[in-house]
């Protein structure tokens, strides 16, 4: 069973979890629920909210899945809801969905540089995914969206922007802009 | 649950980056990637997710219940303990209208009937003493000075209570479409 959404074997679940199929339910949550978790989960860096805001997600959908009728954006609604789930809980507890630290520009005075050596030492990869998730939290709200929306949901360009309901130019713009400052925290073109 | 769809979180396909970005770019958004796309779900979470939401499915799409009315199941006694209460209730309220609608019998005392007709008032005041005012109570006739509130309506009413269904009728004539009172008038 396929659960790519464009295809037509999906959209199959899709009406069937709509009529009432608990197993296509069920489908529809194993293809999607670690998904929106590790969505959630890099925004919020709360296990235990993120699970909570995950079921309230899905039951979101589940109660709107009879008036789905967009082939092929059901990707961008699902993850849609859940940024607006993290959004609404973030504004009820008054705080930023990343918690930046306060010395994340610090450290980046003393981040190592990417090396084209694979094989370097485990250490030393630690440190980098250290130093790299550091310069992501310090990025813009809006720009950590897109990378987490790519790189985390593995959403496409299109579909970030329906996501959040920007023009497909603003999105690229937005994440050339952040891969470029991602590159200069982390002093990848001063090799060249 | 063989039919369960087989998608581990690490096999998502992203989209390649565009003609604009070098080779060098692309190893960092993989790097990217492997650095926070790898993100570990607890175990059971879908399941979970999946039991909370199950019963949101049901809900939405199983039939709209019924309300069923609740079975009574009362006792033959009781049952005809409270029948015998209706039927004493229903005798004891004919009794009551038959006393309040039967006309009386001539009274003891021999009173004379209130006179229906409208007549002078005398306003003289006149000394009644409280027996003779109780004896005058007893013996006096309710149904007589409902005859007498024709006049006391009549007496209430104002210009004001008809000037609005006079004009209405005026405009029933002049506008015969208006049909307010049902007039056919033909000048």
């Not at chain 1, 005075?109 to 990417?114: A, L």
């Not at chain 2, 006792?75 to 038959?98: E, R």
């Not at chain 2, 409208?118 to 409280?130: G, H, K, L, N």
């Not at chain 2, 309506?153 to 209570?161: M, S």
Request: glycine share 6%.
């Amino acid at each position: 069973m396929s659960t790519d959404p464009d295809t037509s074997g999906f959209q199959d679940v899709l009406r069937r979890a709509s009529a009432g199929d608990e197993l296509a339910w069920q489908q529809v949550v194993d293809a999607y629920g670690s998904r929106v978790y590790a969505l959630l989960f890099s925004r919020c860096r709360n296990a235990e909210l993120a699970e909570e805001l995950t079921q309230s997600t899905f039951c979101t959908v589940v109660t709107k899945l009879s008036a789905y009728d967009e082939q092929g954006k059901f990707e961008p609604w699902l993850f849609r809801i859940a940024m607006n789930r993290l959004r609404d809980e973030m504004r009820r507890r008054g705080r930023h969905a990343v918690n930046v630290a306060n010395d994340t520009l610090s450290t980046m005075e003393t981040t190592p540089r990417i090396e084209s050596d694979p094989g370097a030492g485990g250490e030393q990869q630690l440190e980098l995914s250290r130093a790299l998730r550091e310069a992501v939290a310090s990025l813009q709200e809006s720009d950590q969206e897109i990378l987490h929306l790519r790189h985390v949901s593995g959403l496409s360009f299109k579909q970030i922007a329906q996501v959040l309901q920007q023009p497909l130019g603003t999105v690229l713009a937005r994440h050339f802009r952040a891969f470029k400052r991602l590159k200069e925290m982390m002093g990848v073109d001063e090799e060249d | 649950m063989d039919q369960r769809p087989v998608q581990p979180e690490h096999t998502l396909s992203r989209e390649p980056l565009g003609d604009d970005f070098t080779d060098r770019d692309r190893q960092f958004d993989q790097l990217i990637s492997r650095t926070i796309g790898e993100v570990t779900s607890p175990p059971g979470l879908t399941d979970r997710v999946v039991a909370a939401s199950l019963e949101e499915l049901r809900r939405t799409t199983g039939p709209i219940p019924f309300p069923v009315g609740r079975v009574r199941t009362r006792s033959v006694a009781a049952q005809w303990l409270a029948m015998a209460a209706c039927l004493g209730l229903l005798v004891a309220g004919g009794w009551l209208v038959m006393q309040s609608t039967a006309p009386r019998a001539a009274t003891p005392t021999g009173g004379e009937l209130v006179a229906s007709d409208p007549m002078p008032v005398d306003v003289t005041p006149v000394a009644i003493s409280p027996a003779a005012e109780l004896v005058l109570l007893e013996t006096s006739r309710p149904a007589a000075f409902d005859d007498l509130s024709p006049y006391v309506a009549t007496r209430d009413l104002r210009f004001d209570d008809l000037s609005g269904d006079l004009v209405a009728v005026l405009d029933a004539i002049q506008n015969p479409v208006m049909g307010t009172y049902d007039l056919e008038f033909t000048p």
